[in-house]
Nanobody, 129 residues
Framework: QVRLVESGGGSVQAGGSLTLSCAVS????????MGWLRQAPGKEREGVAT????????YYVDSVKGRFTISQDNAKRTLYLRMNSLKPEDAAMYYC??????????????????????WGQGTQVTVSS
């Protein structure tokens, strides 16, 4: 069973930085995409950043471009999200998710939560103004 464990969330002031990590275990098959999605209270879950595991191509939602960087360490099977210049509107629960060869689901684009077959439990990010 695929297991994703996020860490690195916390509370920062606006303008600060955080780095989220996601350790992936329990699966040795092919992963296609790994992503970070977030959900703030009262809002829909949205894709923030995605990396195509084969070639490292990345996708970012417009609101985080130039501030967030997604990266992967294949040897450690770990996904990262470096978040700089954080804004109060970045506050949310951040989830790590993966699209694998065997999850049985479709692909609806990197920003759609429906694209990902496995999820972590989330890590909270709070940004104070």
């Amino acid at each position: 069973q695929v297991r994703l464990v996020e860490s690195g969330g916390g509370s920062v002031q606006a303008g600060g930085s955080l780095t989220l990590s996601c350790a992936v275990s329990g699966y040795t098959g092919r992963t296609y995409y790994m992503g970070w999605l977030r959900q703030a209270p009262g809002k829909e879950r949205e894709g923030v950043a995605t990396i195509y595991t084969d070639n490292g191509a990345t996708y970012y939602v417009d609101s985080v471009k130039g501030r967030f960087t997604i990266s992967q360490d294949n040897a450690k099977r770990t996904l990262y999200l470096r978040m700089n210049s954080l804004k109060p509107e970045d506050a949310a629960m951040y989830y790590c998710a993966v699209k694998t060869a065997g999850d049985g689901g479709g692909w609806y684009g990197p920003s759609s939560p429906l694209s990902y077959g496995y999820w972590g439990q989330g890590t909270q990010v709070t940004v104070s103004s």
